[in-house]
């Protein structure tokens, strides 16, 4: 089988790292990996030997507003420029249901979408373009943007949780769900309309969240055998890595 050349930009993010994992394992892949810590020169040079480029790279809560066009724009930008000079290829792009919304972050997403759909289309090349809602599971930055992941790291750790609203719903989907869809989009590269909506996602009310987790927290014999249900199982996983590492 030919090894397949992948370039991930935001690799060692919390999605990259577990789409670097998961692809890792497998010998029919080679990995170029750009991060925040790169320069655009590293970026051209991984560029023209992939194959197909992930791009994962972005910013969800910077401290300077001005850092969403500067990376979720800019930086998308810049990444097609190069691939349209030098090696024009399939572009697999993380973007947000928030592309709907009025806010910053998601202006610049549904910006960064208009300059892939624009690189596709003018290269003739695919693109697909991943509206992600919230994702969870372990490695997840806790009181940064993820209600699972500051729910976890509170309730395992013993520090009060703040819910404003209980019977708000959020709409979620389990990290390693991602990392198997693009996966299966690299090896595959099939047709699909964009924005894709990836499956299977999970709506949950923030207070059964939290119910869910103070569960966990108190029943120390539950097992992941015991739990029908794959979210609960997804979020019983998640739960179980703050608990273990004390993170």
Do not use: W
Request: aromatic fraction near 8%.
């Amino acid at each position: 089988m030919d090894t397949r050349k992948i370039l991930i930009t935001g690799s060692n993010g919390f999605i990259g790292t577990k789409l670097v994992n998961y692809l890792s394992e497998r010998e029919s892949y080679k990995i170029f990996k750009y991060n925040h810590l790169d320069d655009l020169d590293t970026l051209e040079k991984y560029s023209k030997e992939s194959e197909i480029v992930v791009h994962l790279a972005g910013v969800n809560r910077p401290k300077n507003p001005e850092s969403f066009d500067k990376v979720n724009r800019g930086l998308t930008s810049s990444l097609v420029d190069i691939l349209a000079k030098n090696n024009k290829v399939p572009i697999i792009f993380s973007s947000s249901t928030q592309a709907k919304d009025h806010n910053y972050y998601g202006e610049s997403k549904l910006e960064a979408e208009k300059i892939i759909q624009d690189y596709s289309q003018s290269n003739n090349v695919r693109s697909y373009i991943l509206r992600l809602p919230g994702v969870f599971g372990s490695g997840c930055k806790p009181n940064y943007n993820s209600v699972v992941a500051t729910f976890c790291h509170n309730i395992a750790n013993d520090i009060p949780i703040k819910i404003h609203d209980p019977d708000t719903e959020i709409t979620l989907i389990y990290v390693f769900d991602v990392v198997i869809n693009i996966a299966t989009m690299i090896q595959h590269l099939p047709h699909i309309d964009n924005p894709i909506s990836l499956r299977p996602v999970r709506k949950v009310r923030v207070g059964r969240l939290a119910e869910l987790l103070n569960k966990f927290n108190m029943e120390a014999e539950l097992s992941m055998q015991s739990l029908s249900d794959p979210f609960e199982r997804d979020l019983y996983e998640t739960y179980l890595s703050y608990k273990n590492n004390g993170d």
